[in-house]
């Protein structure tokens, strides 16, 4: 069976910076891509919030770039899914969709978090060209302008204040009479003048041209006075969660309730000695690639320490 010293689940900026830290460190990791090579950012357009990049950036060339950093230290980047992760006893084995299993001394999950959509065809149609899943990614591309955002728990509040705070105008579009955010959050939205809340209200569809021009909606869908009207919106941004992808780990590791790898505070160390977690499948609060590579490095440099100190 091949073996190696550090194996990365996840190929997003977690996982990508985890192998190249590790490569340096002389650990020769080995990282499955899995079913997203490059993670989320592969699915937006611009990013412009990314230290070194003054004048931003397209996210699938800056995962091209981490990629090629990573690949010029060493590391062996390949494709692939694991399918099936043994955590109980060391050294770990892993399984590849293609039947081939790794001894790993230590493993690093970096499998990343995927945005909850309604699942109208219009969003992948729109995907990148008016549909977002992040506010604080792609806010800035809508300053000044008209955008619409799905939800009413705490995640849509934060994206719609921060939305506000560029935009012109704010929609929240909320299927139930009420918003399941927190009392504060609440607050903050239904007290901004830029927000307007659209209770009782379901996105059938998007239209547009060359990009999102506006959304069909309706309002209190099946019932007898039912009302279906078009909102003319520049951008439609998806408040209503995330998933983290751990279903895999979901048996060997402590994860909270909505399923996020806990980890050590402070640390990428996870109720498993020699397994870490780095990036969004650990991260519920901030999801942001700055903060997932800075957690990839994080999770390098203690599997390199424990290795040492087994060794």
């Known amino acids: 069976m091949e073996q190696t010293k550090c194996l ?18 002389n650990l020769q990791p080995v990282l499955y891509a899995g079913l997203q090579p490059g993670g989320q950012l592969t699915q937006t357009t611009e990013v412009e919030n990314f230290p ?13 770039d981490l990629r090629k950093q990573a690949e010029r230290f060493g590391a062996d980047l390949r494709s692939g899914v694991v399918v099936k992760a043994d955590l109980s006893k060391r050294p770990f084995v892993i399984t590849i969709d293609n039947g081939d299993e790794i001894e790993a001394a230590t493993v690093i999950i970096a499998t990343g978090a995927s945005a909850k959509y309604l699942g109208l065809p219009d969003e992948e149609k729109y995907r990148g060209q008016g549909v977002s899943a992040c506010a604080t990614c792609d806010g800035f591309f809508y300053r000044k302008k008209t955008v619409a955002v799905v939800g009413g728990g705490d995640t849509a509040c934060e994206e719609a204040s921060y939305l506000a705070q560029l935009c012109k105008k704010v929609y929240m579009i909320v299927r139930k009479p009420y918003l399941r955010a927190s009392d504060i959050m609440k607050r903050r939205v239904e007290e901004n003048e830029k927000i307007e809340i659209l209770y009782e209200t379901n996105t059938l569809g998007l239209y547009g041209e060359s990009g999102v021009e506006g959304a ?3 309002w209190r869908k099946g019932e007898a006075d039912e009302k279906r009207y078009d909102l003319p919106i520049d951008g439609f941004f998806l408040g209503i969660g995330h998933k983290p992808n751990t279903d895999l780990f979901r ?9 996020y790898i806990k980890t050590v505070p402070g640390t990428p160390r996870t109720s498993v000695e020699g397994v870490f977690a780095a990036g969004d499948c650990a991260d519920p609060v901030y999801r942001q690639a700055v903060v997932a590579a800075g957690s990839g490095c994080m999770a390098a440099l203690e599997a390199e320490h424990l290795l040492s100190l087994k060794a």
């Open 52 to 64: 070194g990049y003054p004048d931003g950036v397209d996210a699938n060339q800056m995962m091209m």
């Open 216 to 218: 069909h909606l309706v």
């Open 8 to 25: 990365i689940i996840g190929s997003g900026p977690a996982g990508y910076t985890a192998a190249i830290y590790a490569s340096r460190a």
């Open 251 to 259: 048996s060997q590791l402590e994860l909270d309730e909505a399923g």
